[in-house]
């Protein structure tokens, strides 16, 4: 059929139902797509039980989180039973409500059938007239179905039924506590770097993706960074993303603070989080941010026995170098903030002041003070090349020695320092014997030369490493 409209002259049966009057709504989002809802509502209680309606709340809710408290009688005012009805009103579920019941169809032609339904398909709708005949009314000729009532069972919105008792009569605050799933925050931040790759400003967005089937009207809104177990999560992840956001200038919206060992961001002001919206606020920024490119060569990424074994069967090996950038989040730095997990994207200005896509990486959460890189991409004018020159071994002694000579080939008309990252087969047994320049120990298993290569030149890495067993 072309339109199918429900006219539902009572859209609920007389019940003693009381209704909740909207007084306030706050939401904490977590990370993990949850969050818990503190609606207050205002409503009208009579001394003794009352049976309470209270609808518009999320259709992904957790009903075993709920808790109910009366601001006004919190000792007096108690639940005695809940349930949660979810049945919501469908085309199909009507008719299905309404077999051997009398219905009105209006078809495409204004013409009006009155009758008891009989039975219904994908095509078409069978009733009964008065005069006992049957008639088949075809679907794509009926422009409107009239139902006289809503059936018992059935409810237009996701809702919460309550068998309340009650002492004290009249208007009550309730505060309404739930938790539900669809609904998540992550942290989204957009840098821009300098001409000369030493200094970055950094703009931090919230994206938040709510689908757990309500709006959220003028809501305090607060937003929770960590990792919170959880016994179970049964989540659907939402993974839209809006495009690039303009750089934010205003005054800080977010307040920041601990919060038992998570952060927790408070917005200030009121805002509306609509259901299948993706929002996005200004977090943070910050202006003149230094940092430093990195070239990191890491051409062995295996260890173990493993790979000794295998790598005896290699002599040359190349690799890319990577580009990174290195923050220190510090407050001489201009930030010194916890940092929300996130991704990161990452521009340039090119020569007509016009920014350029250069990379982008993932964050997790970051303490003040300590150290974030950005992994942007991999060197197009610096080659790196790994060759074993010399193997021996004494199985009877139990020994191994093999050289190495790492070449690195600067094609930039800019000296770069180049940190090469060597891991060694054995975790402590192991001594570099010879080598062309120092090197620090970064772990057991880990050394790193950090090597000085002139513009448009090679420089070259020799070491020798004695394993024992």
């Not at 049945?87 to 009507?94: F, I």
């Not at 005069?131 to 009239?146: G, H, P, T």
């Not at 089937?213 to 659907?236: C, F, M, P, W």
């Not at 927790?264 to 259901?275: A, F, H, I, S």
Request: net charge neutral; hydrophobic share 35%; aromatic share 10%.
């Amino acid at each position: 059929m072309k339109k199918l409209l429900f006219l539902i002259a009572s859209m609920l049966l007389a019940t003693s139902f009381v209704f909740a009057a909207d007084e306030g709504t706050e939401i904490t989002i977590y990370n993990q797509n949850f969050g818990l809802v503190k609606d207050r509502r205002t409503l009208n209680l009579k001394s003794g039980v009352n049976d309470i309606r209270f609808s518009d709340v999320a259709a992904q809710i957790e009903p075993t989180s709920v808790f109910f408290k009366s601001l006004t009688d919190p000792l007096n005012c108690v639940i005695q039973e809940q349930n949660y009805e979810y049945d919501l009103v469908s085309a199909t579920k009507l008719l299905s409500k309404y077999i051997d019941k009398k219905i009105k169809i209006i078809s495409n032609n204004d013409k009006v059938y009155e009758g008891v339904l009989l039975s219904y398909d994908a095509d078409n709708i069978v009733i009964s007239q008065d005069n006992s005949l049957s008639m088949v009314c075809r679907k794509d000729n009926i422009r409107e179905i009239a139902f006289p009532e809503l059936p018992e069972g059935l409810i237009t919105k996701p809702t919460l039924m309550w068998r309340i008792a009650n002492e004290k009569s009249g208007d009550h605050l309730t505060e309404v506590s739930y938790m539900t799933a669809g609904i998540k925050w992550n942290a989204d931040y957009v840098v821009v770097v300098d001409k000369d790759d030493k200094l970055i400003d950094l703009s931090g967005w919230v994206t938040i993706d709510n689908k757990s089937g309500a709006t959220y009207k003028d809501a305090s809104l607060k937003l929770i960074a960590g990792d919170v177990h959880r016994a179970e999560q049964d989540i659907n992840v939402f993974n839209g993303r809006a495009g690039m956001r303009a750089e934010a200038k205003s005054a800080p919206q977010f307040e920041e603070k601990a919060f038992f060992e998570y952060h927790m961001y408070t917005l200030q002001r009121k805002t509306t989080v609509k259901d299948n919206q993706t929002k996005q606020i200004s977090l943070l920024s910050a202006n003149n941010v230094p940092v430093k490119k990195l070239f990191i060569y890491d051409p062995v990424d295996y260890y173990g026995w493993n790979w000794y074994y295998y790598d005896n069967n290699q002599t040359t090996k190349e690799q890319k170098i990577k580009v990174k950038l290195e923050i220190a989040n510090t407050k001489q730095n201009n930030l010194g903030m916890p940092l929300p997990k996130g991704k990161v994207k990452v521009y340039k200005k090119d020569t007509d002041a016009t920014l350029q896509f250069i990379g982008e990486d993932k964050i997790d959460h970051t303490p003040k003070d300590e150290i974030i890189r950005l992994y942007l991409g991999d060197a197009f004018d610096v080659v790196g090349e790994r060759k074993k020159t010399n193997f021996r071994e004494d199985t009877g002694s139990r020994w191994a020695e093999e050289s190495f000579e790492i070449s690195l080939r600067n094609h930039k008309d800019s000296d770069i320092e180049v940190n090469v990252l060597e891991h060694l087969w054995r975790h402590a047994n192991w001594k570099i014997i010879d080598k062309s320049q120092e090197f620090s120990k970064k772990d057991a298993q880990t050394i790193e030369f950090k090597v000085l290569v002139a513009k448009n030149s090679e420089t070259k890495v020799n070491y020798t490493v004695k394993y024992w067993w």
